[in-house]
């Protein structure tokens, strides 16, 4: 066990079935009493107030751990640029989006501003520092080659 693994010394339960518990409520999109009914099929007897705890005593390093392995953004970026109706009100949403179809960042805007979208992808390319990018759609005026 390294220094930075959570203790389950002094748990009723033994600590895969903690570790489980915790897994399962930051992993999927469950409820304390999801988790509660998925322990109870597997034969586990545990309170949702049980699994409340551990998330909160737990929770913090599952997530973080969780969140370090997610896949990174792929290296071919672009930008793309769509018109939506917000509360009646037309407005331009410029997406960066990476080869994979995950969306990096988002900017709404009132106006179309392709000027304001160039500094929105070069931000996002300064943070990442890493990778190509080509604007698609109507994008096009947004390139930050584009004069």
């Known amino acids: 066990m390294d220094a930075g693994s959570p203790s389950y010394k002094g748990f009723?339960?033994?600590?895969e079935i903690v570790a489980y518990?915790?897994?399962l409520y930051h992993r999927f999109p469950l409820s304390f009493r999801e988790v509660e009914e998925l322990m109870l099929a597997?034969?586990?007897i545990v309170s949702y107030e049980t699994?409340?705890?551990?998330?909160a005593k737990f929770g913090p390093a599952y997530a973080a751990g969780l969140r370090?392995?997610?896949?990174?953004?792929?290296?071919?970026r672009?930008?793309?640029e769509v018109f939506v109706k917000i509360n009646g009100e037309r407005r331009y949403?410029?997406?960066a989006v990476d080869q994979d179809g995950n969306v990096l960042d988002v900017l709404v805007q009132?106006?179309?501003?392709?000027?304001?979208?160039r500094r929105f992808m070069a931000k996002l390319m300064k943070k990442q520092c890493r990778g190509r990018w080509s604007p698609t759609s109507s994008a096009a005026t947004a390139s930050p080659t584009a004069s």
């Open 93 to 95: 949403l410029w997406r």
């Open 12 to 15: 009723r339960y033994p600590a």
């Open 42 to 44: 597997r034969g586990v």
């Open 21 to 23: 518990c915790v897994w």
């Open 68 to 76: 370090r392995r997610k896949p990174r953004a792929g290296d071919k």
């Open 51 to 55: 699994i409340r705890q551990w998330c």
């Open 110 to 117: 009132s106006r179309r501003d392709a000027k304001a979208a």
């Open 78 to 80: 672009h930008l793309d």
